[in-house]
């Protein structure tokens, strides 16, 4: 913590330093993995996906066909997924299972 001139350095003077330098070490192996990296999903976009959640009848009126969230913390308008066997709501996570004949 010594300015230049409190070291008693000129212009022509020659420094004599010693640092501690990282290296000399092996090289890392490499990881041999047993098993195949996994395959990322992808979101694909369906076009035109509201036309499944809604039916317009003979009449002119506009009718809802996927089952609705009966939750009060969902409110009217958010629909359940339909699965194989379930239907799913995915903002509250009510899930009601169907039988084997599909009630």
Request: some cysteine; proline content about 4%.
């Amino acid at each position: 913590e010594y300015t230049v001139e409190e070291c008693g350095l000129t212009e022509e003077s020659t420094i004599d330093m010693l640092a501690c330098l990282d290296g000399g070490k092996r090289k890392r192996k490499k990881k041999v993995y047993t098993k195949p990296k996994r395959i990322p999903h992808k979101h694909r976009k369906n076009p035109l996906g509201t036309l499944k959640c809604y039916k317009v009848t003979a009449s002119g009126t506009v009718e809802r066909t996927r089952k609705i969230c009966p939750n009060s913390q969902c409110l009217d308008g958010i629909f359940m997924g339909v699965h194989q066997n379930r239907y799913y709501c995915g903002k509250c996570f009510l899930t009601y299972k169907f039988d084997k004949e599909g009630q």
